[in-house]
């Protein structure tokens, strides 16, 4: 399904300058039966911010987007987009989004998909110009039916352009895409948001969170575990790799040291994790013969896996809060 919205003109600059929120969910809370999707969430995202909504399977992503969007009434808190309700932001062509199937007929072109979808709107950008912007003029005569997944997301997401909104929501949007696709779509992506769109995006691909959101946004189990940096939720996972070149390693001596969690050997290189870096590193330097020694953050992969997967993780006094980092980045 794609949700696009009819358009009155982008105006994050002056929501900025009036400290309203793009998004506000306060105590969001959504049930199905005995089943919590959602779980007394709440989150601010500022006007022209480029957020990260990331999560395991099941944590509550999804179903977070389909009550920002109005899709789906939660059972209990708010929802505010630009200071409405969903409905109103949706009415005031405030929303557009790009969701992973759906929305498309088969058997026109693409260019007759945007020029039908831009006609159900009082103010549209021109079609020519957001065919461009999604990387599909080349492709404007194809039958939709004959596009490749990837070519179906970007003409998702060139709909999604049309009204020109204020926020954009994209679920899995590089679904489909190659390499160089996925790269072109984020570049046109962050080019949107310096002119103030705010942009708030669902992804199994890490790696795309990691180089192109301004904030990451963790939720497991319905509630969120980590919000912040990309450097703030890496350091959120305690401990750092010591990397370092040592012939010969004891693996089972070096798994004993003191605040070690684990130990890799590859050829002449060991890993090590630990919450002590420092001391670890020193014990390398005075007492064995390693050289070329490194001590590394843990990725965001490995950040996601730790805050997402231990029941341990999701106490508030490891997340960073959504009004301080919300507060960081409107100054």
């Avoid at 209990?76 to 759906?102: E, F, K, L």
């Avoid at 990691?210 to 189990?221: C, S």
């Avoid at 070690?260 to 002449?268: A, N, P, Q, T, Y």
């Amino acid at each position: 399904m794609t949700t696009t919205t009819t358009a009155t003109g982008r105006d994050g600059g002056a929501q900025a300058r009036t400290g309203v929120p793009a998004v506000e969910l306060t105590n969001l809370t959504k049930t199905f039966g005995s089943v919590t999707a959602v779980n007394d969430l709440s989150l601010r995202i500022a006007p022209g911010e480029v957020v990260a909504f990331l999560g395991p399977n099941g944590a509550g992503k999804t179903t977070t987007i389909d009550m920002l969007l109005g899709l789906t009434r939660p059972t209990a808190g708010t929802v505010r987009v630009y200071g409405q309700s969903p409905a109103d932001a949706i009415a005031h062509g405030r929303v557009a989004a790009v969701m992973q199937t759906g929305g498309l007929l088969k058997d026109m072109t693409v260019a007759e998909t945007v020029k039908m979808t831009s006609t159900f709107f009082h103010h549209s950008r021109p079609v020519t110009e957001v065919l461009d912007r999604a990387g599909i003029a080349d492709i404007a005569d194809r039958r939709v039916g004959k596009c490749s997944g990837g070519q179906q997301q970007r003409l998702r997401f060139a709909l999604a352009l049309l009204p020109d909104p204020d926020l954009m929501v994209l679920d899995e949007p590089t679904t489909g895409m190659d390499v160089e696709g996925r790269r072109e779509f984020w570049s046109a992506i962050r080019e949107d948001a310096r002119s103030g769109r705010t942009i708030l995006f669902a992804t199994h691909y890490l790696d795309e969170a990691d180089a192109y959101a301004d904030r990451i946004v963790l939720v497991r189990q319905g509630r969120i575990v980590a919000d912040g940096t990309t450097a703030e939720v890496k350091a959120l996972a305690a401990g750092r790799t010591v990397r370092a070149t040592l012939p010969g390693a004891d693996q089972v001596q070096l798994a004993g040291l003191p605040g070690v969690d684990s130990v890799e050997v590859r050829g002449d290189t060991v890993l090590l994790h630990a919450g002590d870096s420092d001391e670890v590193a020193r014990y390398l330097l005075t007492r064995t013969a390693a050289r070329d020694l490194e001590i590394t953050s843990r990725n965001l992969e490995e950040a996601f896996i730790a805050l997402t997967s231990s029941d341990e993780t999701s106490g508030a006094g490891q997340t960073i809060t959504s009004d301080q980092t919300s507060d960081r980045s409107a100054r």
